[in-house]
């Protein structure tokens, strides 16, 4: 029987692809480990190797062809004495095959619940006429800092394959190209070493953008970050400034398990002495992390890697920047307020539109910054609605949602027609398997639950 | 406190170890020689650190001071050799037993009292305390109360000289009980691979609280722990003034060259306890007493002052009164001071933005 090649995945997140390139023509001769292929994405590139022995029998996606989904047949492989009539025999029943073990990584169903991405009501502030980009958040992040590092000399920006590699994530590109490696510095693998480093360059007078590959892994650097970024400016009487940006992704991606999907927005939260930024939009991402790197203080910047691909508005403003402790009302409503920040903005818009479908008009506040909290801005909203669900991908004990609670039993007790209610993940590690961490993350229907309970509507 | 060199003490282990024949030389330790002058000046400075650490112990023990305190006694040859061979925007970074090596950098010793009593007019405006004292005026960037967190701090102000293209270079100081902890090894990689001009002084002082060197580390020649990261490393008599200036002239010459970090390990010894609330019974009275007697830094400079025919015992005398008179005139001044505002409460937890 022929055996079937399909369209390999880079990650459980990709759902296509380029086939920018094929090392082998149709007769050639394969065994397994030969690349046979070149795949891309707008995040890595991949070299497809092959699994099992034969011959090329057909190609049936040409090279450079481009959005091929993951799992679709691009090539027959004959085995020994086999030849290319054997295909059409075995093409016939193939429809419904499930994927081949050619394919380098198992095919994930869709992630659990990456919303697709509504964008958000445009920034007031925006003068008339403002024409928009549309791009991914990555590109607006690298933006951010390019356009950061051209007018300040200080800034410069350092981590885990920052430079040759160009970003673990692909955030970082085309920086080392334009700043050289005085600027856009690959450091070992020495999360507490490179952020301590940092912390000591930016009490220098720099302006250090340092990225972790993921926060999960700050946690090997958590003390310089909370001892030495964050309190020196007060053990100091104000003499010590370190004005740094700590930035990467944050919370779950996806299928990695425990150590590698924690949200630490709250962790950060709870600090004086920093401040905390986690947008959801590209326009915010690119106006936040550009306050961030000015700021002279430090600065916990926690992006979303399922988010990085994702194309937003971006205004095309020069030095276009987003204040820092500012939220945002991205869809206004009047029956029920969905307070939420980065990932789970696009699950609680998600979940207005099912509401506003059965005639709920819930409004959605973006908190883009987790410290300094804006609680006036959810107050406001409250004062209007009476009723709030905060909705975070992330645990439920402690959480950004606990604070928000907290702060509404404070001041806007009065207010509320119903208890503040919290749509979090599960309270237990992440785990892997897929049908378990779809129920531990955050759901759509778990807003739109949560909503009409505290509408009192079945 | 024989004197060695890193090439010296591994020459067994060279036919063995083939790579430590490629790990770079320090050049040779010339004789110790000092003037007249720099010899007064030495006795000056040690004198004063030794006043007002003895000053410190007596108002932490009359209550004047809270939490932790932890003085500097014996050591003082340390950090005055090595402020003896900086110069101006050389940065300095330590632990929490930073007293004197604020004296060293010249910074005035009543807003360093008044910092441990806890008032408005300390270098802090009272809201660091002993351990977390800064003064950007001097290069002194602290004071750092966990043990080991300056060294990549330290670490990331040479990055900053090499960035700026100065010449500077940075002195970051932690002891043999730091020595154990893992950012420092990072810390050492970074710098070594990126050839940052920073000194690391090891002040073993012997003692990690109460944990000796032989109790806690595997290689207890300290000066030792930078060759895997291709850092010279050398081990020099902490007790002696001269010759803790005479390493530090080469070190400095070093970094100042592009050649990387250097490692000096100073074999000293602090006569106090840990902290003022350790009676320090891990070692016997003789020992220190042989220290006091055998190996005084202060002691060591007088004598060779009165040898020298630098100075007379009048003359050191005269100093005596005046370092004295300093360290009341700070003490004063540390109790006199208010406490800070209570609105200081709320400042410099952000600078505005």
């Keep these: 029987m022929p055996v079937e090649i399909r369209m390999p995945a880079l990650s459980p997140t990709m759902e296509s692809g380029t086939l920018a390139k094929w090392n082998v023509k149709e007769g050639d001769e394969i065994t397994s480990g030969d690349i046979i292929a070149e795949i891309e994405t707008d995040k890595a590139t991949m070299e497809f190797e092959a699994v099992d022995e034969g011959k090329i029998g057909k190609i049936l996606i040409s090279e450079g062809a481009e959005d091929v989904p993951v799992g679709e047949l691009i090539a027959w492989l004959l085995e020994e004495g086999e030849d290319a009539s054997a295909i059409d025999s075995a093409a016939a029943p193939a429809v419904a095959a499930p994927v081949n073990n050619d394919v380098a990584q198992p095919v994930a169903a869709?992630?659990?619940?990456?919303?697709?991405?509504?964008?958000?009501?445009?920034?007031?502030?925006l003068p008339e006429g403002t024409t928009f980009a549309n791009i991914t958040v990555r590109e607006a992040l690298r933006d951010a800092m390019a356009e950061e590092m051209r007018t300040d000399e200080n800034v410069f920006v350092m981590g885990e394959e920052v430079a040759e590699y160009e970003g673990a994530y692909k955030v970082t590109q085309g920086l080392l190209a334009e700043f050289g490696d005085r600027r856009v510095i690959d450091t070992p693998i020495t999360e507490h070493g490179f952020a301590g480093l940092g912390v000591g360059a930016a009490m220098a007078g720099l302006k250090p953008v340092v990225e972790f590959m993921t926060f999960n892994f700050a946690m090997q650097a958590i003390d310089q970050i909370i001892n030495s970024a964050a309190k020196t400016l007060y053990m100091s009487g104000?003499?010590?400034?370190?004005?740094?940006?700590?930035?990467?992704?944050?919370?779950?991606?996806?299928?990695?398990?425990?150590?590698?999907?924690?949200n630490y927005a709250s962790w950060y939260a709870h600090v004086p002495g920093l401040i905390v930024l986690s947008p959801y939009s590209a326009s915010d991402a690119k106006g936040l992390l550009k306050s961030a790197i000015r700021n002279p203080n430090p600065v916990i910047f926690l992006e979303n890697e399922l988010l990085y691909g994702?194309?937003?508005?971006?205004?095309?403003?020069?030095?276009y920047t987003v204040p820092i402790g500012k939220a945002k009302v991205v869809r206004e409503g009047t029956d029920v307020t969905l307070v939420s920040y980065s990932i789970a903005v696009g699950f609680a818009l998600k979940a207005a539109e099912e509401l506003a479908a059965q005639g709920i008009s819930a409004e959605v506040i973006d908190l883009r910054t987790i410290r300094p909290l804006d609680i006036d801005t959810v107050i406001a909203s409250v004062q209007k609605t009476n009723r709030i669900v905060c909705v975070e991908e992330g645990w439920p004990t402690c959480s950004v949602s606990s604070e928000i609670s907290a702060c509404l039993m404070e001041r806007a007790f009065d207010y509320l027609d119903a208890p503040v209610t919290r749509?979090?993940?599960?309270d237990v590690p992440m785990p892997y398997a897929a049908n378990l961490e779809k129920l531990a993350l955050v759901k759509v229907d778990d807003v739109?639950?949560?909503?009409?309970?505290?509408?009192y509507v079945d | 406190m024989a004197r060695q060199t890193a090439s010296n003490s591994s020459s067994s282990r060279k036919a063995k170890a083939s790579t430590s024949s490629a790990l770079p030389k320090l050049p040779r330790a010339k004789a110790l020689k000092a003037t007249g002058e720099e010899l007064l000046e030495y006795y000056r400075e040690m004198l004063l650190m030794r006043r007002f650490e003895e000053k410190a112990g007596q108002m932490y023990g009359m209550g004047l001071i809270g939490g932790f305190c932890h003085l500097y006694i014996g050591q003082e040859a340390v950090?005055?050799?090595?402020?003896?061979?900086?110069?101006?925007g050389d940065q300095v970074i330590t632990s929490y037993r930073d007293h004197a090596h604020m004296l060293a950098c010249g910074i005035d010793p009543k807003p360093v009292m008044a910092e441990l009593t806890g008032r408005a007019t300390g270098i802090s405006k009272g809201k660091g305390g002993s351990m977390h004292?800064?003064?950007?005026?001097h290069s002194f960037y602290g004071g750092h109360g966990i043990v080991g967190a300056q060294v990549p701090l330290g670490a990331g102000l040479a990055f900053a000289n090499k960035y700026n293209g100065t010449d500077n270079v940075s002195v970051v100081y932690f002891g043999d009980g730091a020595a154990n902890q893992g950012q420092i090894y990072e810390a050492f990689n970074m710098a070594s691979l990126w050839a940052l001009p920073v000194i690391f002084v090891v002040e073993n002082n012997q003692y990690a609280m109460g944990t000796s060197v032989k109790r806690s580390s595997s290689e207890v020649e300290l000066f030792r722990r930078g060759e895997s990261f291709r850092i010279p490393g050398e081990a020099v008599d902490g007790m002696n003034v001269l010759a803790v200036k005479e390493a530090a002239d080469r070190a400095v010459a070093w970094c100042r060259e592009g050649k990387g970090p250097i490692l000096l390990e100073m074999k000293t010894y602090r006569y106090r306890g840990?902290?003022?609330?350790?009676?320090?019974?891990?070692?016997?009275?003789?020992?220190?007493?042989?220290?006091?007697?055998?190996?005084d830094p202060i002691d060591q400079v007088k004598q060779r002052l009165l040898d020298g025919k630098d100075a007379t015992e009048d003359e050191l005398k005269a100093i005596d009164k005046e370092v004295k008179a300093i360290v009341a005139e700070a003490a004063t001044f540390a109790q006199e001071s208010p406490e800070p505002d209570p609105a200081e409460l709320y400042t410099e937890v952000l600078t505005a933005y």
């Design chain 2, 133 to 137: 004292m800064f003064s950007t005026e």
């Design chain 1, 110 to 125: 869709a992630p659990a619940e990456v919303p697709a991405v509504l964008t958000p009501a445009a920034d007031e502030a």
């Design chain 2, 79 to 88: 950090v005055c050799g090595i402020q003896a061979a900086l110069k101006k």
């Design chain 2, 274 to 295: 840990h902290s003022m609330s350790d009676p320090a019974k891990y070692r016997s009275k003789e020992e220190v007493q042989k220290m006091r007697a055998d190996h």
């Design chain 1, 310 to 319: 994702e194309k937003f508005d971006v205004p095309e403003v020069e030095d």
């Design chain 1, 238 to 262: 104000g003499q010590i400034k370190a004005p740094i940006v700590f930035r990467g992704p944050n919370g779950a991606a996806s299928r990695v398990g425990a150590q590698h999907s924690q």
């Design chain 1, 423 to 426: 749509v979090t993940n599960v």
């Design chain 1, 448 to 455: 739109v639950k949560a909503a009409k309970a505290v509408c």
